[in-house]
């Protein structure tokens, strides 16, 4: 963390070097990969990890620890962040000369040092001031071209939205936290014994709010597709397959400390996310906007995601602890998949801005003859999201059905959950759709126009990024054996389940 630390004000302090790029993303990379270590080994090993300080605040000490769940979102936020960062310097290097880019690498690097904080903080106030400073680091990120009145009103309803979640967490925390010692995340899993009906159901629903705006979640979707497109290409890959993300580890943190969640909020969140998966898809058909189109497929997969917490949310409550094993597990492989190849699709389409100068599909055309690899990239990345084996896509969306099919075989109510499985079906096939139409129109075809014909290949800063997360998408789709067992390990961890009966 001191190292992203670092990485911020060296971009600032030394903004006049020429070098200042290169010390940066050195400082960022060390930042991101050396916190991956003791996330991996968390993994594997199952032991968590943990700083504690007297904060002289009320609420408790402040404590930082690494358990499974914080590990898997560490290892998803820093890895594919780096990537993301790595392409930002090549992205904005031709903007040097009229914008303060050095501005926008600075902040991004903090906002990953403390979305690094959010998932390992373990005490509400460390939570809740690292959660306001990354809503504000976003919000400048979003902004970066501020010069434009849609830009400007697109980072305005993301601040709006995203604050009135935070309202929501500091009422949340205050009904939890009424009768713990302290505000630290083990007083407050101690005292879920004492969240009496009415209590629980306040804090399911408010943390359902607060962590379902920033995950982009229907109804709460709509400051998703614009914000996204506003947004530099890297910085949309941040937003839509890494900060919405901590919105999905916030709902699963709660289910950890508060315990089993309540029947009727597990529905709730299956509905909530088959809704999302189809209505995401459905509108993402009608863009014309590549990155307004690759936005609405964000809220299409925290539908998915949503799947997978419902189903082991209901799971739980049912009793079957293997099938929540499962649902949770999905649900969190799935947020990494995503994380993978949503941003290969982004880096890919800012490939194609930087190219051409338009986002425009209708103006497009070909690109596939003059840009081969961005092409390559964008077809690995829309192959993964549609859920075609061998990518990652596939693996996680398979966890989801298999979830859905074993909620099937329950004699309880829980075997409803099944009618879930049509919906993912459909959600898939009108993906392929929408990434057929996307590939035939913007890299197959004819030139629709002078932008396309100009069109040229990204150097190798910028197809790097695209490359290793792309690689990530097929390694882990070819080889899921080696991913999987720790994602299940999450999916225990999550339910409360013991090693032997989560053992599917």
């Known amino acids: 963390l001191a190292l992203l630390v670092a990485a911020s004000s060296s971009s600032v302090l030394l903004r006049r070097w020429p070098q200042v790029d290169r010390v940066c993303l050195t400082l960022l990379g060390a930042g991101c990969v050396l916190p991956i270590v003791p996330a991996v080994q968390v993994l594997v090993a199952g032991v968590p990890r943990e700083l504690r300080w007297e904060s002289g605040v009320p609420g408790g000490d402040w404590v930082i620890g690494i358990d499974p769940l914080s590990a898997m979102f560490l290892v998803t936020i820093l890895g594919v962040g780096l990537a993301n960062a790595a392409f930002g310097f090549a992205y904005l290097a031709p903007e040097r000369a009229r914008r303060r880019t050095w501005f926008s690498h ?21 939570f809740l001031c690292v959660w306001e400073l990354m809503a504000i680091g976003s919000y400048v990120l979003i902004v970066t071209e501020h010069e434009h009145a849609s830009v400007r009103r697109a980072g305005l309803l993301y601040l709006v939205v995203t604050h009135a979640g935070t309202l929501a967490l500091f009422a949340m925390f205050a009904v939890w936290g009424r009768d713990s010692g302290d505000w630290t995340f083990v007083a407050l899993a101690a005292s879920r014994t004492q969240l009496v009906s009415g209590r629980a159901a306040a804090v399911f629903l408010l943390a359902l709010f607060a962590f379902g705006g920033k995950a982009g979640v229907v109804p709460l979707h709509f400051w998703l597709p614009p914000a996204h497109a506003a947004a530099p290409s890297h910085v949309s890959a941040l937003m839509s397959g890494v900060v919405i993300k901590t919105g999905i580890y916030g709902l699963l943190r709660v289910i950890v400390l508060a315990g089993d969640p309540p029947r009727w909020w597990g529905w709730v969140v299956l509905g909530l996310g088959v809704v999302s998966a189809v209505l995401g898809v459905l509108w993402a058909l009608v863009q014309h906007d590549v990155k307004r189109l690759l936005a609405y497929h964000s809220v299409e997969n925290i539908g998915i995601i949503l ?8 799971a739980t409550s049912y009793g079957h602890p293997v099938v929540a094993v499962i649902g949770y597990a999905a649900a969190t492989l799935h947020t990494l998949n995503h994380a993978l190849f949503k941003s290969v699709l982004f880096l890919a389409a800012g490939a194609v801005y930087r190219a051409t100068g338009t986002r425009n599909m209708e103006e497009l055309g070909a690109l596939a003859r003059r840009m081969p690899l961005t092409w390559l990239g964008f077809f690995l990345g829309s192959a993964a999201i549609i859920g075609v084996p061998p990518l990652n896509g596939f693996v996680s969306e398979w966890l989801v059905y298999q979830g859905l099919f074993r909620a099937g075989e329950s004699p309880e109510a829980l075997r409803l959950a099944v009618l879930a499985a049509p919906a993912l079906a459909l959600v898939g096939g009108l993906a392929l759709a929408c990434f057929s139409k996307v590939a035939g129109v913007v890299f197959l075809g004819n030139a629709r126009s002078a932008r396309a014909e100009a069109a040229r290949e990204s150097g190798a800063p910028m197809l790097a990024p695209i490359a290793s997360l792309a690689l990530a998408c097929v390694v882990i789709g070819a080889l899921p054996a080696f991913v999987v067992p720790p994602v299940l390990g999450v999916g225990q961890f999550i339910a409360g389940a013991s090693m032997q009966s989560a053992d599917p």
């Not at 600075?106 to 460390?126: D, G, I």
């Not at 799947?307 to 209901?314: C, E, F, R």
Request: hydrophobic fraction near 75%; glycine fraction near 10%; avoid cysteine.
């Open 307 to 314: 799947m997978g917490v419902g189903v082991g949310a209901l």
């Open 106 to 126: 600075a902040t991004f690097a903090f906002v990953l040092a403390v979305m690094a904080l959010v998932v390992t903080a373990q005490s509400a106030v460390l």
